[in-house]
């Protein structure tokens, strides 16, 4: 029961990122005066990502007779911190959005490393779909630094 409780944990940090990641998204939208289209349909996007991410990661933690946390992290709420700078989305500057989207992705990244080197996680199946989840994520976060760039690029 131990290694269900460990594996649990896991996979709840998970969720909780992933929740954080919605909620960031969702305020970058809200927030942003006059948001570019393409912006947001690329946070639509994401946001749609995760909660199929977290829909996948609650089935595994049923399967192992856990309960799921649905809420964000508790730890200051990681991924969200950077969607709290109001005058980061009132300003509407699109490179500012995009750097601090970035700096909301690599935090994900590091949840994701932190999952796969947790004590426990021995599953292959579950550490398959943690590996999955994180390349598609890390897809998203190149995809936000490749507009952020190119925006500057523009900017120059």
């Known amino acids: 029961m131990e290694k269900h ?18 909620a960031g998204y969702e305020r970058a939208i809200n927030e942003s005066k006059d948001l570019d289209i393409d912006l947001k349909a690329t946070f639509d996007g994401m946001i749609r990502q995760s909660n199929q991410f977290k829909r996948e990661l609650t089935d595994k933690i049923l399967r192992h007779e856990g309960a799921v946390e ?38 994900t990244q590091r949840a994701y490393d932190a999952a796969l080197t947790a004590d426990g996680l021995t599953d292959p199946d579950l550490r398959n779909l943690i590996t999955e989840q994180q390349a598609e994520l890390k897809k998203s976060h190149d995809l936000i630094k490749s507009q952020r760039e190119a925006h500057q690029l523009l900017k120059q």
């Open 5 to 22: 409780e460990a594996i649990n944990e896991v996979l709840n940090d998970l969720v909780k990122i992933n929740n954080d990641r919605i």
């Open 70 to 107: 649905d809420e964000t992290t508790t730890t200051g709420n990681i991924y969200r911190a950077w969607m709290d700078i109001k005058s980061t989305f009132t300003d509407s500057d699109r490179h500012s959005i995009l750097e601090a989207c970035e700096f909301g992705e690599d935090a």
